[in-house]
């Protein structure tokens, strides 16, 4: 991202996430009722505009996987309180995410980390909403370039002894590999049976021509964006770097497994397309 600007892909992924709220047909895969309110009124025009299904079958597969691994996150948050007694949730690379003000669990704290300057704008879009901040909510400013995660989530009150579940969507494309590696090794220091819930790409190589045309213009796109594609792997290459964090995976999923949980049996036109993009809930251990 441009230095000292909001994350321009974050606003993005905020106005898929709202156009579902909108444009799709109930049952809704992911159900946010502050997605379309935290948006500001020119991008609430924007949703309105969103073009149909049918008609622009790629741009509603897009807001399927987007929404499709905002509701894994949840679900996986959901079952860390009933199974291992989760306390924290850490939100990597939070963008307009709204969960923290429609928490339903009062004894989880969430953390959202995020570049100062995205924290920055999401804060004149919740003031602008008129969208509380609750108690249980901590910003954690972080500068990749400049500071360390582990350094600013301890200053922000964040237990690392406790368990974690961390969402970390749209965040893995974008980043270097020594950053992957970084990040994944402090995760894989939480408690154990803390989960990570985070989406990621294949290389172009393994995929089929269509999908390699279809990534070479999301590709362009991102870097004009000034956040460029940098990192792809495949299911294997995947597992071993986990290992080498402490980390295993728990569920790596396609298009088909993600369809068959959460589209089966739509026919409004949001489906998943292709198998360019996977998700991958993984633990400590």
Known sequence: ????????????????????????????????????????????????????????????????????????????????????????????????????????????????????????????????????????????????????LAEELAVAGFDRTLPTVTAWLGVVPYLTLEAFRGTTSLLGSFAAGSSVVFDYSQPREVLPLVEQKMLDSMSERVALAGEPFQRFFTPETLAAELALAGLSAVEDLDSTALTARFFSGRNDGLLLRGNGGRMCVAQSR
């Not at 321009?8 to 379309?36: G, I, M, N, S």
């Not at 079958?57 to 007694?85: K, W, Y």
């Open 1 to 148: 991202m441009h230095e000292a600007q909001p994350s321009r892909t974050a606003l993005r992924v905020a106005l898929r996430r709202a156009a579902h709220q909108v444009h799709d047909a109930p049952p809704l895969v992911f159900e946010d009722p502050l997605a379309v309110r935290i948006l500001g009124r020119e991008h609430r025009e924007e949703v309105k505009r969103t073009p149909d299904s049918l008609k622009r079958p790629f741009s509603a597969a897009l807001r399927a996987f987007m929404v499709a691994r905002a509701r894994l996150a949840e679900d996986t948050l959901a079952h860390g309180i009933s199974a291992n007694g989760t306390q924290q949730y850490l939100v990597l690379g939070a963008g307009l995410d709204t969960f923290a003000y429609r928490n339903p669990f009062a004894q989880v704290r969430v953390f959202e980390v995020d570049h100062p300057a995205t924290q920055a704008w999401k804060r004149e879009c919740l003031a602008a909403a008129g969208i509380a901040i609750p108690e249980t909510m901590t910003f954690v400013p972080v500068d990749f370039e400049r500071q360390s």
